[in-house]
């Protein structure tokens, strides 16, 4: 589904968390703020604590045939999901998970395309494999670590998403002349002063030649392509 570009339906974001102070963070600050401040897009961060059971609302159990920590309970989840999204919301449901799909440039770009996204993040040692079925959760990994949490990946997603949107960034190209957009790294940068520490602009680049500018970033991002990420090259 593509979004609607009209002001009155910003790109939303819902994060479900037990710690909703965590958000906008950075985003509240530079180019991704003063969007958030337009209403070029809007964030809710909702407190999953707000459906916990009993006194104390308990939002975690013990592990079903024991082992360390805790998991989230998959009533508790479920009924934040389901305070936070009409059913007919369009939106895909992100679970921040290490065992998810790595995110990569395209599912970002097709996330901003879209009407905004649903959030969750986890805490303990998982959440219950029954919510991640019953609500349609995918689960999405930033990289081969483990976090304490799901919220600071949850504001890379937000970050990497938020400055696609249409006006946050100053030129559109910004969006489109960067690693993973064409399959590869980036080329290199370089700005005044032309001489620093003996060490000089290439020449190519100061010449006002076009194409061999063209040229000579091409061969410089498949040249980085292939020393630093071999795995990117089909």
Request: aromatic share 4%; glycine share 12%; proline share 7%.
């Amino acid at each position: 589904m593509t979004r609607d570009a009209s002001p009155a339906a910003p790109w939303r974001a819902t994060i479900l968390t037990l710690y909703p102070e965590m958000f906008p963070g950075h985003l509240g600050l530079s180019l991704a703020g003063d969007a958030l401040a337009r209403g070029a897009w809007s964030l809710e961060a909702r407190n999953i604590r707000d459906h916990g059971i009993g006194r104390h609302r308990a939002v975690d159990d013990t592990p079903a045939g024991g082992g360390a920590g805790m998991v989230l309970r998959c009533d508790v989840l479920a009924a934040a999901i389901d305070a936070a999204c009409a059913p007919d919301d369009p939106r895909p449901r992100l679970l921040m998970s290490p065992r998810g799909r790595p995110l990569t440039q395209a599912r970002v770009r097709a996330l901003s395309e879209g009407p905004g996204v649903v959030v969750v993040c986890g805490r303990f040692e998982g959440v219950d494999e029954r919510v991640i079925a019953g609500r349609g959760l995918e689960e999405v990994s930033i990289g081969d670590y483990i976090l304490s949490g799901g919220e600071p990946a949850a504001l890379v997603v937000l970050d990497a998403c938020v400055r696609l949107l249409p006006g946050t960034m100053g030129k559109h190209a910004s969006g489109v002349e960067e690693s993973f957009e064409s399959g590869g790294l980036e080329y290199p940068h370089y700005t005044r002063p032309r001489e620093w520490e003996g060490r000089e602009i290439p020449e190519v680049l100061t010449g006002g030649n076009h194409a061999a500018i063209a040229r000579w970033r091409a061969a410089e991002s498949a040249r980085l392509t292939r020393e630093r990420r071999p795995d990117l090259i089909g």
